[in-house]
């Protein structure tokens, strides 16, 4: 069986991670990724030895990708189309009708989040998106309120499979920070926000959240680890109000 999983490629958080995770533990034989732009996604699993190819967008609403995708489906003896991130889902809902293959996708965040704060554009790409899931074979969801989600779109819960992520523990770990390379004291209370400096992770809730806590805790810490379009504004607002904030991480 060949599978064909196919993402935006511009992913740099937990779709990126889940991802290159799942393609790692599968056959290589087996399972090929199609990436829509040359970025870390794509690198990563050139890298890693998945079997990778980059069908160029000009933009994000260029069609023409879709008849290499369809000849490439045929060429390759594809059975199966998993996509992952809304473009991707929006596009397999395209590839659906010009090619008779199995099409699931997965949902990774919600989606009527993921295009927050992007305008008249973000509102029409929320609606394909959520239009896309009607024509998927079967959908996988990545948590229970995920799923909930799904079935209050009017998704059968039979065509709805929950899988949640999974975590690598043989997997060998850079050494790990210590508190004092942060300038934390031993009794400071450290809360970590691993997440995407994007709108749709919300980080001005963690931060107001946070001054509310740290003016009855002054021991109370927290650390933004992610990289996005947000860090420079999540940076002055950080900077502007106060807050204890130490640092913010790239992604590794």
Same mark, same amino acid.
């Given at each position: 069986?060949?599978?064909?999983?196919?993402?935006? *490629?511009?992913?740099? #958080?937990? #779709?990126?991670?889940?991802?290159? +995770?799942?393609?790692?533990?599968?056959?290589?034989? !087996?399972?090929?990724?199609?990436?829509?732009?040359?970025? !870390?996604?794509?690198? %990563?699993?050139?890298?890693? *030895?998945?079997?990778?190819?980059?069908?160029?967008?000009?933009?994000? @609403?260029?069609?023409?990708?879709?008849?290499?995708?369809?000849?490439?489906? %045929?060429?390759?003896?594809?059975?199966?189309?998993?996509?992952?991130?809304?473009?991707?889902?929006?596009?397999?809902?395209?590839?659906? %009708?010009?090619?008779?293959?199995?099409?699931?996708? =997965?949902?990774? +965040?919600?989606?009527?989040?993921?295009?927050?704060?992007? *305008?008249?554009? #973000?509102?029409?790409? =929320?609606?394909?998106?959520?239009? &896309?899931?009607?024509y998927a074979d079967h959908i996988l969801a990545v948590s229970d309120r995920f799923?909930?989600?799904?079935?209050?779109?009017?998704?059968?819960?039979?065509?709805? =499979?929950?899988?949640?992520?999974?975590?690598?523990?043989?997997?060998?770990?850079?050494?790990?920070?210590? %508190?004092?390379?942060?300038?934390?004291?031993?009794?400071?209370?450290?809360?970590?926000?691993?997440?995407?400096?994007?709108?749709?992770?919300?980080?001005?809730?963690?931060?107001?959240?946070?001054?509310?806590?740290? &003016?009855?805790?002054?021991?109370?810490?927290?650390?933004?680890? #992610?990289?996005?379009?947000?860090?420079?504004?999540? !940076?002055?607002?950080?900077?502007?109000?106060? @807050?204890?904030? =130490? @640092?913010?991480?790239?992604?590794?």
């Amino acid at each position: 069986m060949r599978i064909l999983h196919l993402n935006a *490629g511009n992913e740099t #958080g937990g #779709g990126m991670f889940h991802i290159m +995770s799942l393609l790692n533990q599968l056959n290589k034989e !087996e399972c090929l990724l199609g990436v829509f732009e040359d970025g !870390e996604l794509y690198r %990563r699993a050139l890298s890693s *030895g998945i079997q990778t190819e980059l069908f160029k967008q000009h933009s994000k @609403y260029d069609l023409s990708i879709l008849k290499p995708l369809r000849d490439f489906i %045929r060429l390759n003896n594809i059975d199966i189309i998993h996509t992952h991130g809304p473009r991707a889902n929006i596009y397999g809902a395209f590839i659906k %009708r010009l090619i008779k293959c199995p099409w699931l996708l =997965t949902v990774h +965040s919600s989606p009527h989040h993921d295009f927050l704060g992007q *305008g008249v554009k #973000g509102k029409l790409f =929320t609606g394909l998106h959520v239009r &896309s899931f009607q024509y998927a074979d079967h959908i996988l969801a990545v948590s229970d309120r995920f799923k909930q989600d799904l079935i209050d779109q009017g998704i059968h819960s039979s065509k709805i =499979t929950k899988i949640l992520n999974g975590i690598d523990f043989e997997k060998e770990l850079p050494f790990p920070f210590q %508190r004092e390379d942060f300038g934390f004291g031993k009794d400071d209370f450290i809360i970590i926000m691993p997440a995407r400096l994007e709108p749709v992770k919300g980080h001005e809730f963690a931060l107001a959240a946070l001054s509310e806590v740290v &003016s009855e805790f002054p021991h109370v810490k927290l650390i933004l680890a #992610g990289d996005g379009s947000r860090k420079s504004a999540l !940076e002055e607002m950080v900077s502007e109000g106060d @807050y204890p904030i =130490t @640092y913010t991480f790239g992604v590794p």
